[in-house]
């Protein structure tokens, strides 16, 4: 056999450390807020402000991001700038705290202990008493 032949070992690649920053989304809302440019925010402009605050961060991925976020529409490019759009100021949408649904409670059926039955009486022949009725009087 060739060495070509030969089954090569996978090549044990360390775990990639998370970035120290935050997602460049935010970092980018954030340098287009602070700089508060009425025209909207130049490329380098963003990139001074996100390197001078942001450790680990690479210009060509910040340029990628920018198409990214014009292309979602959370930036809106004009000319050479770059603008928030209106839901991309406001941030992330925070979540709503759910309440904890409450299972439909079902009736809890008890179980019922068997009532001890009363002995009944021995009837003595007699016959229970109807109400007595009231004579009619006669009508004049």
Not at 45 to 68: F, R
Not at 127 to 135: E, F, G, L, Q, R
Request: include cysteine.
């Amino acid at each position: 056999t060739t060495r070509r032949d030969r089954p090569h070992p996978p090549l044990a690649m360390p775990p990639k450390a998370a970035p120290v920053h935050p997602t460049y989304a935010v970092m980018v809302r954030a340098a287009v807020l602070a700089l508060k440019e009425r025209t909207g925010s130049s490329n380098p402009a963003i990139w001074k402000y996100i390197s001078a605050n942001y450790k680990g961060v690479d210009k060509k991925i910040l340029s990628t991001q920018l198409k990214n976020l014009v292309a979602k529409g959370k930036l809106v490019k004009v000319k050479a700038s770059y603008k928030c759009s209106e839901e991309f100021k406001k941030g992330p949408p925070k979540p709503k705290k759910k309440k904890a649904k409450k299972a439909a409670k079902k009736p809890k059926k008890k179980a019922k202990k068997p009532k001890a039955k009363k002995a009944k009486k021995a009837k003595t022949g007699r016959k229970p008493k109807k109400a007595a009725k009231k004579a009619k009087k006669p009508a004049k």
